[in-house]
Nanobody
Framework: AVHLVESGGGSVQAGGSLTLSCVPS?????????MAWFRQASGKEREGLAA??????????TYPASVKGRFTISKDNAKNTLFLQIDDLKPEDTAMYYC??????????????????WGQGTQVTVSS
């Protein structure tokens, strides 16, 4: 089965930054696929944070509003890696962060139903 492998999570203090990474395993060329980042806090639903289309167009959701301006998605085709940079971390950002790939255009870019491949997640914990 094809999976994605996330890394870069950890425990940080509020105001800090993290850069999460995602690579496919076994490897496949991510250049031609849409990808996205999601997160799921304990007891809450999984929510989409940022997406990049097959053509490289980047989109952020309207909600959660706290994401805007602090989360930056990027895809390095040479490194075959998807990134999520998170700045000015807040305690409410504490969650498991997941990478997803190979979307179905029938669904919204921020619907977890629309992605075929998922990673195991990387935990981000932010203390105040």
């Amino acid at each position: 089965a094809v999976h994605l492998v996330e890394s870069g999570g950890g425990s940080v203090q509020a105001g800090g930054s993290l850069t999460l990474s995602c690579v496919p395993s076994p490897p496949y060329n991510i250049n031609n696929f849409c990808m996205a980042w999601f997160r799921q806090a304990s007891g809450k639903e999984r929510e989409g944070l940022a997406a990049v289309s097959e053509l490289g167009a980047i989109t952020y959701p309207t909600y959660p509003a706290s994401v805007k301006g602090r989360f930056t998605i990027s895809k390095d085709n040479a490194k075959n890696t998807l990134f999520l940079q998170i700045d000015d971390l807040k305690p409410e950002d504490t969650a498991m962060y997941y990478c997803a790939a190979r979307c179905n255009s029938y669904y919204s870019q921020f619907s977890e139903l629309g992605y075929r491949d998922w990673g195991q997640g990387t935990q981000v914990t932010v203390s105040s």
